[in-house]
């Protein structure tokens, strides 16, 4: 089968399906929910859609615990519900791309339980090792989410390895059935006509033999280094290529944590046969931390540009980018890299800062609106199981309001409120209460609120994407950076035979001299897109942006 990719001309919408719409009054966003906005998330100008997880799960983390695979989750409406939305999405020429969660499963998987009682042939769908002399456990690993990566099992009288929480148990790719099940489960929903995958950290699935213990003095994550990017990953990637996705002209996107550019051209660098077709790296996710959301750091701009621009020059001509600023995983970017002062100018200039780059942009529910991180007033609102841990076990010598304030900067649920749909109560969510809080400011921040402003972030996130989807530059062009050492501002232009694009973001919080960069002719150029009315010749305002283009 040709692999048209698709995927180039796209701009995807992401879902987090718990809080993006409730169509039944449950509290619960689902699929009814989705249906009702479809035509809100085409009217952004989004044609494909990737849903976090929508199998049935016991929850334990946000159905990235998935019980079943080959179903949909009743609560988000079943496989009725699920049928109906990709007719109706495709019918919209809407692409629509599913979650796989293959590294690990939930231990209420039917596999988990029969391979805990040793039922075969399940014995060993799991990483299970006895305790080692003295009752130690079988390695140092820690997991991402719950202390360590080893949990004891009283059913099979082994430890059963999970680098994520407790719930989740890692699979045993190296096992043949394994990836047997995986080709099914890839099969089943291709051929019901959905598009794609993204790839739940997938670069984890190869584990090092004999599970060594991790030696490098990590801040966080002990053992990555013996299961990302392990032993056996290409090989397992391009049999689940070989086997299903070269028969189908789908999307493969894949969640590598820790990955550099030139690390993804060996999974995605465009060539017969690749693995995989583009990747979520992380680089640009740690501009103001390190790692990993969990250690803090001042935001750093040239840390951000800096690796901006190291993808689009490692990957031009050779793969393909993924665009993004904000998913389910990191509290809200404008509560990061932008201010929640100048929210309205600084959400439409980060959207600025990625939009315009080279590759295809996601956008996660809610930015396009400028959503910020929310505050609750206590530790005991927040649901995530790695901010449950990360609260009772770290920072325990800090005051309590350092402690919260340390939850809204840095956890996942800072991202997780449902969607503010208007000023109506519950933020127009659900008709009933929500499974979880909304964030306070849904009175000022809402979709209803800046549907009837024309200068709203709403507004100038559809004015973005509809000039990155007229202008070839934008698809086609070269990358270059300018002005790299600034430390408060991002200036690139994109440039092809026929069109140059300018692109000028500042970062700084006020007003800063500026002097256009020698090679960016703005004077000859036409300013397509800004975020203040008026602009000045040597000034930047506080978080200002600017797009010119000069037709050549
Ligand atoms: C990455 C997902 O994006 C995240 O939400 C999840 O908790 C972990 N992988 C484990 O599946």
């Known amino acids: 089968m040709e692999r048209t990719r698709w995927y180039k001309d796209r701009v995807f919408y992401q879902i987090w399906p718990r809080s993006f719409m409730d169509g039944n009054g449950d509290g619960v966003g689902d699929l009814w929910g989705v249906l009702e906005k479809l035509d809100y998330i085409q009217s952004l100008g989004a044609d ?37 939305l990709l007719t109706e999405a495709h019918q919209r020429g809407m692409k629509v791309i599913m979650d796989l969660v293959i590294n690990h499963t939930s231990d209420e998987h039917p596999w988990f339980e029969k391979s805990r009682r040793r039922e075969e042939p399940y014995t060993d769908y799991y990483i299970w090792r006895p305790a080692k002399p003295g009752g130690k456990l079988p390695n140092n690993w820690d997991s991402n989410f719950e202390g360590k990566a080893w949990t004891y099992d009283d059913v099979r009288g082994e430890y059963y390895l999970h680098l994520f929480a407790v719930k989740q148990p890692d699979l045993n790719m190296d096992n043949p059935l394994v990836r047997e099940e995986v080709k099914k489960i890839l099969r089943f929903w291709l051929d019901m006509g959905v598009d794609g995958f993204r790839e739940d ?50 999307l493969t996107l894949a969640e590598a944590p820790m990955i550099t550019p030139a690390k993804a051209l060996e999974y995605i660098e465009e060539k017969p046969g690749n693995e995989l077709d583009m990747v979520i790296q992380f680089e640009t996710e740690c501009a103001d931390c390190l790692f990993t959301d ?44 932008g201010s929640e002062k100048f929210r309205t100018e600084s959400g439409k200039m980060l959207a600025v800062s990625y939009l315009f780059q080279k590759g295809t942009p996601f956008i996660y529910q809610g930015q396009e609106i400028g959503m910020t991180n929310w505050r609750p007033d206590s530790p005991d609102k927040y649901k995530d199981v790695q901010t449950i841990w990360k609260y009772q076990n770290t920072a325990l010598n800090q005051s309590d309001e350092k402690r919260l304030h340390r939850l809204w900067r ?83 232009s994109r440039e092809t035979a026929s069109q140059k694009l300018y692109v000028i973001c500042s970062f700084a919080k006020k007003e800063t001299k500026w002097k256009c ?11 397509i897109l800004q975020n203040y009315k008026e602009t000045l010749p040597d000034r930047l305002k506080p978080y200002e942006t600017r797009v010119y283009l000069m037709e050549q």
């Open 410 to 492: 840095s956890a996942r649920d800072s991202a997780r409120t449902p969607v503010q749909w208007s000023s109506e109560p519950h933020a127009g969510f659900s008709q009933g209460k929500p499974w979880t809080s909304v964030n306070k400011n849904y009175r000022r921040v809402n979709v209803a609120a800046q549907e009837k402003d024309s200068d709203s972030l709403l507004n100038f996130y559809r004015k973005a994407i509809a000039l990155r989807k007229n202008l070839d530059v934008v698809k086609n062009g070269t990358y270059q950076e300018h002005e790299k050492s600034s430390s408060q501002h991002y200036i690139y």
């Open 294 to 337: 969990w250690i803090p750091m001042k935001f750093s701009l040239r840390k951000l540009k800096s690796a901006f621009s190291r993808w689009q020059t490692t990957l031009d001509g050779k793969a393909w980018n993924m665009l993004y600023i904000e998913n389910h995983d990191h509290p809200r970017i404008i509560s990061r890299y």
């Open 201 to 250: 950290v997938i670069t984890f699935i190869s584990k090092e033999e004999g599970l060594p213990d991790e030696k490098l003095p990590l801040p966080a994550g002990k053992g990555i280094s013996h299961y990302n990017h392990g032993p056996h990953i290409h090989e397992y990637l391009s049999e689940f290529y070989r086997d299903v996705f070269s028969q189908y002209d789908c």
């Open 48 to 84: 494909g859609i990737w849903f976090s997880p929508l199998y049935p799960s016991p929850g334990a983390d946000g159905g990235y615990d998935i019980s079943d695979y080959l179903d949909i989750a009743p609560e988000y409406g079943g496989m009725e519900a699920f049928k109906q």
């Open 517 to 527: 960069p020698k090679g960016l002719d703005i004077e000859h150029s036409k300013l």
